[in-house]
């Protein structure tokens, strides 16, 4: 297991975090379908990936309606886990009842989420506090001022976003620079070698602003795990992705990058999803990849994704194979860009 320093913070995370979405076995709603796991077994993953290196657990409220952030701090509390040995993350902004102020990013709901998180998690503070969404009625400010209490007040060491555009988190960005309040050190979001919109303007923004990027769906919800038949609509097999096609794939594109992953996977005898995930891994905009599980094998096939290692030839067949179509304003950078860089020389480029 390698570690990365999370964005521009001095918090070191490894390369791999689990991800507690499948912790719960509450029935109804979305999670409640994803979930499944009771406290013996999730305890079983949270000790099988501590044991492996892993040393950052995600979470969030809403998943099965607050059972995760349950069983993460009774595991955490039953391995005898210390505090300083595990980073832990959860989010807010989904509904977690039914009245008016039971979801969104304003001041009532995130200063009564937190509270509610860490009596469920079991602990004082969580080490990245993030925000689970785009709220369109809340103006930005407000979410940031408490968020920037919540940090003030010691119950959350650093703050993230998930699933928010690119302009959203530099505006947040800019705004709290000018404010004097804390600023998002990370993103959470979608991003494999089948779907990666990502590379359009979140990846530049990120670099450029020093964010760590956490990558959910690392598989594209099962269907990156070679267990599928793609070769008719949709995914075809036993699992999740079968009947629930989220996140959406371009299948046309993701059948022969499929098939070409499972020759790689075949000469080293090892799962397609070990080389969906080893790809990621090399991606240098990337600081954690969350994985999830429901079953002991299933979290030992991604760990061992930590030590496969792909060629020069490997990585640029996977690349030609996923690349997205070219869109304004990019292939125009492309074209004006080479007005300026080819008047410079190499010697006086900026490191």
């Known amino acids: 297991m390698r570690y990365n320093q999370f964005g521009n913070t001095g918090l070191i995370v490894s390369e791999l975090c689990l991800g507690a979405m499948t912790f719960g076995n509450k029935p109804g709603g979305r999670f409640g379908q994803i979930g499944g796991l009771d406290q013996d077994a999730s305890t079983a993953l949270v000790k099988q990936a501590l044991d492996a290196g892993i040393n950052f657990i995600d979470t969030a409220n809403v998943y099965t309606a607050g059972q995760s952030e349950e069983f993460v701090g009774g595991a955490l509390k039953a391995l005898g886990v210390a505090r300083s040995d595990v980073v832990v993350a959860t989010k807010a902004m989904g509904s977690m009842g039914e009245g008016p102020n039971d979801s969104g990013t304003g001041r009532k709901h995130l200063l009564d989420q937190i509270d509610a998180s860490l009596a469920r998690l079991r602990l004082d503070y969580v080490d990245l506090y993030q925000i689970h969404g ?42 709290s620079e000018r404010r004097g309040f804390a600023k998002f050190v990370s993103l959470q979001a979608y991003y494999t070698v089948a779907g990666r919109d990502l590379e359009r303007e979140l990846a530049p923004m990120l670099l450029s602003e020093g964010l760590g990027l956490m990558v959910w769906s690392p598989l594209a919800g099962g269907l990156l795990s070679g267990k599928y038949d793609l070769s008719g609509e949709g995914a075809q097999g036993e699992g999740r992705r079968a009947g629930f096609d989220f996140p959406p794939v371009d299948l046309k594109r993701a059948v022969p990058l499929v098939a070409a992953m499972k020759g790689m996977a075949d000469k080293r005898g090892i799962s397609v999803a070990q080389i969906a ?55 125009m950078f492309e074209t004006q860009g080479g007005y300026v860089s080819g008047k410079v020389s190499p010697r006086r480029r900026p490191a």
């Open 134 to 175: 785009w709220d369109p009625v809340t103006p930005i400010e407000e979410a940031l001022g408490a968020l920037n209490d919540i940090v003030r007040s010691g119950r959350a060491r650093y703050i993230g976003v998930s699933n928010w555009a690119a302009w959203q988190i530099v505006k947040a960005l800019g705004l």
């Open 277 to 331: 995930l080893a790809w990621l891994l090399y991606q240098p905009v990337v600081s954690t990849v969350i994985v999830g599980a429901k079953r002991a094998d299933q979290l030992a096939d991604n760990i061992a994704a930590c030590d496969v290692e792909l060629t020069a030839g490997d990585l640029a067949e996977l690349g030609r194979l996923s690349a997205l179509p070219r869109e304004y304003p990019g292939w």
